[in-house]
T-cell receptor, first 115, second 114 residues
Framework: GAVVSQHPSWVICKSGTSVKIECRSLDFQATTMFWYRQFPKQSLMLMATSNEGSKATYEQGVEKDKFLINHASLTLSTLTVTSAHPEDSSFYIC???????????FGPGTRLLVL | AQSVTQLDSHVSVSEGTPVLLRCNYSSSYSPSLFWYVQHPNKGLQLLLKYTSAATLVKGINGFEAEFKKSETSFHLTKPSAHMSDAAEYFCVVILSGGYNKLIFGAGTRLAVHP
């Protein structure tokens, strides 16, 4: 399967600070990137979808000004949680997809804890 | 609209006994369906996928799933559970159109006892 990395794997930050999460597709070019959020003991919820070089499309209820997504290249996408609050504490998972692929691969996830 | 329903939030089996994780889907046409597994604090791993070819799909680690259109089901099975199978399992359908987004079921936590 395809190799996807996320950095950092976990982060603890103070309320009000911003946190950037990187997602890299190491052996393929990701034309589309999906970002998911998973709260404890819950399923994955899609936050936003982006195509390389385009603005992200956000799901209903997800604030685009709070969760900034940059998909500047075919191998790198970033999610920045701005002015993080304790309720943003969650497991964030990226999922890049190459053009024409039906199978989606997932990053290992980033666990965010906001104090 | 496409959706998936995982009928059991928790399943507990003894090591060496069969595993059945149930999933029903809703789709107006033939869907693409997947099973993913998530081990604690790890990313999701694809177990198997159905994309309108053979209805019985074999995946990794001895898992398989059968697509039954008449029952709108895609249940995941394994003949003999292993301790390492303990994890969270997600049934997933592709929402066609646009970006072809994945729609996740609520998940089933599988516990395997010695």
């Amino acid at each position: 399967g395809a190799v996807v990395s996320q950095h950092p794997s976990w982060v603890i930050c103070k309320s009000g600070t911003s946190v950037k999460i990187e997602c890299r597709s190491l052996d393929f070019q990701a034309t589309t990137m999906f970002w998911y959020r998973q709260f404890p003991k819950q399923s994955l919820m899609l936050m936003a979808t982006s195509n390389e070089g385009s603005k992200a499309t956000y799901e209903q209820g997800v604030e685009k000004d709070k969760f900034l997504i940059n998909h500047a290249s075919l191998t790198l996408s970033t999610l920045t949680v701005t002015s993080a609050h304790p309720e943003d504490s969650s497991f964030y998972i990226c999922s890049p997809r190459a053009t024409g692929w039906e199978t989606q691969y997932f990053g290992p996830g980033t666990r965010l804890l906001v104090l | 609209a496409q959706s998936v329903t995982q009928l059991d939030s928790h399943v507990s089996v003894s090591e060496g006994t069969p595993v059945l994780l149930r999933c029903n889907y809703s789709s107006s046409y033939s869907p693409s369906l997947f099973w993913y597994v998530q081990h604690p604090n790890k990313g999701l791993q694809l177990l198997l996928k159905y994309t309108s070819a053979a209805t019985l799909v074999k995946g990794i680690n001895g898992f398989e799933a059968e697509f039954k259109k008449s029952e709108t089901s895609f249940h995941l099975t394994k003949p003999s559970a292993h301790m390492s199978d303990a994890a969270e399992y997600f049934c997933v359908v592709i929402l066609s159109g646009g970006y072809n987004k994945l729609i996740f079921g609520a998940g089933t936590r599988l516990a395997v006892h010695p």
